[in-house]
Structures are given as structure tokens and as C-alpha cells.
């Protein structure tokens, strides 16, 4: 099955761009939808993006429209999430997740996960 690492978390001020890659291995990458969510101290995981397999469509979450842009490179097995002007309220762990099932944005809907990269970010 599938394996995910994430990379490129980090401490930014508010403002800056940071980009979050996952590498992907194990099996068919574009067999799988993809997300990213995140989580807070204290708070719930939340849904960030979603690309389904193969990057046709995509998907984000409120807080993040705008701002995040989530891409896939099939080639290379790797998921990618650029985040512009990010926020104090954008800290947390982020979390790359898999899906057998397309079309799912919130976490009970994916099976397979990395194990997080902190971004934090300074006001």
C-alpha cells in the first residue's frame, strides 16, 4: 500500500509562502485521491485540499481558498501544497493523507497517512 512522507514545514512570518511536498511510494499513485489537512493544538483535524487521482479536480477548504494550491506530480509520485500569505491561525501539524475512495474531504474518508510536518507561522 501506499507510503507517505511529508517535507517543508517551517517557521514563517505572516506573509510569507511555503511549500509542502509528500512523497508517495508503495503502489499506484494516481490510483488514489489525495488531501491535506492539518491539525492545531487542542483542535480537530481540519481539511485543507484535495486533488483527486491523477490531479483532475481539486477541492479546498474555506479557510484556505485563495490562499493554498494543492498539485500533484504523477511522475514523480509527489503531492504538493503551496501555501501564500499564511497566517498565525494557519500553525499546525499538516498531514498528506490517501484515498481509495475519490471525492472524500473530510479524514474519516482516507485510509493512509504520513506522519505531519509542523508549519508555524509568526505574527
Known amino acids: 500500500q501506499l507510503q507517505l512522507v511529508e517535507s517543508g514545514g517551517g517557521l514563517v512570518q505572516a506573509g510569507d509562502s511555503l511549500r509542502l511536498s509528500c512523497a508517495a511510494s508503495?503502489?499506484?499513485?494516481?490510483?488514489?485521491?489525495m488531501g491535506w489537512f492539518r491539525q492545531a493544538p487542542g483542535k480537530e483535524r481540519e481539511f485543507v485540499a484535495y486533488?483527486?487521482?491523477?490531479?483532475?479536480?481539486?477541492h479546498y477548504g474555506d479557510s484556505v481558498k485563495g490562499r493554498f494550491i494543492v498539485s500533484s506530480e504523477n511522475a514523480k509520485n509527489m503531492l504538493y501544497l503551496q501555501m501564500n500569505i499564511l497566517k498565525p491561525e494557519d500553525t499546525a501539524v499538516y498531514y498528506c493523507?490517501?484515498?481509495?475512495?475519490?471525492?472524500?474531504?473530510?479524514?474519516?474518508?482516507?485510509?493512509?497517512w504520513g506522519r505531519g510536518t509542523q508549519v508555524t507561522v509568526s505574527s
Open positions: 508503495g503502489d499506484t499513485f494516481t490510483k488514489y485521491a
Open positions: 486533488v483527486s487521482g491523477g490531479g483532475v479536480s481539486t
Open positions: 493523507a490517501a484515498a481509495r475512495r475519490w471525492g472524500s474531504f473530510t479524514s474519516a474518508g482516507y485510509e493512509l
